[in-house]
């Protein structure tokens, strides 16, 4: 199957052949950081994670949020979500590498992920996330190959693959439960003290998730003859629709506690997202265009439509990106917007950054033609 990577429109190989460009400034950019360290970054003392860290609590949560489709996509005999099974679970399997990779960019040298492997600290949150993450990788990996296996030869998936999937669901459920850990035991940030931290960041991933989800089976229905169906699409619109209400809801709740209960830190804390900060213009971007993309997919006639709903899901995915990620990890390690200022991302990290981007879409964009190219097969037998 791996043979169809290799073939493609002209189109295709100049997408291609882009993603790599970028991800090979990425790998320049790494090299600077594995000799020097963080001298090729913006951190400091106003911030010790930068954008690096951003990115993990979105990956985190897009990972956990796989197995929404994953599980009822195999487990269920009659699951409007099969077809889409093997995209979600390359869809986790992808976010998994990609945390691994920011983990690794965030340690400076990416040597020293190593160390977290062979000097685990069971106490603490994040010497569960590489060995998670790695399991996760291998489960997901191993089932979407398997299952467009199957489909190739028009057989049913391996019996097996069950088993698999069952590991898998404990150990993608921990995975934004350990993000929202390792926030909440750094004192004095009181953006990631929150109990509704972990339930945020899992209705987030699964909102976020399913709108991912809409883009590839739309884009490769458009572009590679996939077949996900109309029922299917529609359905997998309103989960993202009713995980992205929940979010919300959540995060309203937050803020209505910290507000009502008059906490002046945690007042303060929203103040620096909303307030004057250099935040402000970001925050409330992410929390009316998710706000506007949940209401649009809660309305039938725009699920049914694939590009309209494509659209909406993108968008909801981007308002997650920033509240759950960027503007999450870069406003809740600052004290005051005058320290807010003082990050910004050097050209080595927004090259790192991009870098791990493009690798993943080009990783994407292969597993999704080989995806297309399994089901168009078995339809010709």
């Given at each position: 199957?791996?043979?169809?990577?290799?073939?493609?429109?002209?189109?295709y190989?100049?997408?291609?052949?882009?993603?790599?460009?970028?991800?090979?400034g990425g790998?320049?950019?790494?090299?600077?950081?594995s000799?020097d360290?963080?001298?090729h970054?913006?951190m400091g003392?106003?911030?010790i994670?930068?954008?690096?860290h951003?990115?993990?609590?979105?990956l985190?949560?897009?990972?956990?949020?796989?197995l929404?489709?994953?599980?009822p996509?195999?487990l269920q005999?009659?699951?409007?979500?099969?077809?889409l099974?093997p995209l979600a679970?390359?869809?986790?399997a992808?976010?998994?590498?990609m945390s691994?990779?920011?983990?690794?960019?965030?340690?400076?040298m990416?040597?020293?992920?190593l160390?977290?492997?062979?000097?685990?600290?069971?106490g603490?949150?994040?010497s569960?996330?590489?060995?998670l993450?790695?399991?996760?990788l291998?489960?997901t990996?191993?089932v979407?190959?398997?299952q467009v296996?199957?489909?190739?030869?028009?057989?049913k998936?391996?019996?097996?693959i069950?088993?698999?999937?069952?590991?898998?669901?404990?150990?993608?459920i921990?995975?934004?439960?350990?993000?929202?850990?390792?926030?909440?035991?750094?004192?004095?940030s009181?953006?990631?003290?929150?109990?509704?931290?972990?339930?945020?960041l899992?209705?987030?991933?699964?909102?976020?998730?399913a709108?991912?989800?809409?883009?590839?089976?739309?884009?490769?229905?458009q572009?590679?003859?996939?077949?996900?169906?109309?029922e299917?699409?529609?359905?997998?619109a309103?989960?993202?629709?009713?995980?992205?209400?929940?979010?919300?809801?959540l995060t309203?709740?937050?803020?209505?506690?910290?507000m009502l209960?008059?906490?002046?830190?945690d007042?303060a804390a929203?103040?620096l997202?909303?307030?004057?900060?250099?935040?402000?213009?970001?925050?409330?971007?992410?929390?009316?265009?998710?706000?506007?993309?949940?209401?649009?997919?809660l309305?039938?006639?725009?699920?049914?439509?694939?590009?309209a709903?494509?659209?909406?899901?993108?968008?909801l995915?981007?308002?997650?990106?920033?509240?759950?990620?960027?503007?999450?990890?870069?406003?809740?390690q600052?004290?005051?917007?005058?320290?807010?200022?003082?990050?910004?991302?050097?050209?080595?990290e927004?090259?790192?950054t991009a870098?791990i981007w493009?690798g993943a879409?080009?990783?994407?964009?292969?597993?999704l033609?080989?995806?297309a190219?399994?089901?168009?097969?078995?339809?010709?037998?």
């Open positions: 199957m791996i043979e169809q990577a290799f073939k493609g429109r002209r189109n190989r100049i997408w291609s052949l882009a993603l790599l460009v970028v991800a090979a790998v320049y950019a790494s090299a600077l950081q000799a360290g963080f001298v970054t913006g003392n106003n911030a994670w930068g954008l690096y951003a990115q993990l609590p979105f985190a949560s897009i990972a956990a949020a796989s929404a489709i994953l599980v996509g195999t005999k009659h699951s409007f979500l099969a077809s099974a679970a390359f869809l986790g992808t976010a998994s590498a691994l990779l920011f983990i690794a960019a965030d340690l400076g990416q040597r020293r992920i160390t977290l492997l062979l000097n685990p600290s069971p603490a949150p994040a569960w996330q590489v060995p993450l790695l399991l996760f291998a489960l990996l191993t979407g190959w398997a296996g199957a489909m190739r030869k028009g057989v998936p391996p019996v097996w069950r088993s698999a999937v069952m590991v898998a669901i404990p150990a993608g921990a995975l934004p439960v350990i993000s929202a850990f390792t926030l909440a035991v750094v004192p004095g009181e953006l990631w003290t929150s109990a509704l931290l972990a339930p945020r899992m209705a987030s991933g699964v909102a976020a998730g709108g991912i989800m809409l883009l590839m089976a739309v884009t490769a229905e572009l590679a003859g996939f077949k996900a169906g109309e299917t699409l529609e359905r997998l309103a989960v993202g629709a009713w995980a992205g209400l929940v979010f919300l809801a309203g709740l937050d803020a209505a506690t910290a209960g008059n906490m002046t830190a007042t929203l103040a997202l909303y307030g004057s900060s250099p935040f402000a213009v970001v925050s409330w971007f992410a929390l009316f265009s998710g706000t506007l993309s949940t209401g649009l997919l309305v039938p006639s725009l699920r049914r439509s694939f590009i709903a494509a659209s909406l899901g993108s968008l995915a981007l308002s997650v990106w920033l509240q759950s990620g960027l503007t999450l990890i870069l406003a809740g600052l004290r005051d917007a005058s320290a807010a200022a003082g990050y910004a991302p050097a050209v080595p927004l090259l790192l870098g493009a879409v080009l990783l994407m964009t292969v597993l033609k080989i995806t190219s399994a089901q168009l097969e078995r339809e010709g037998l």
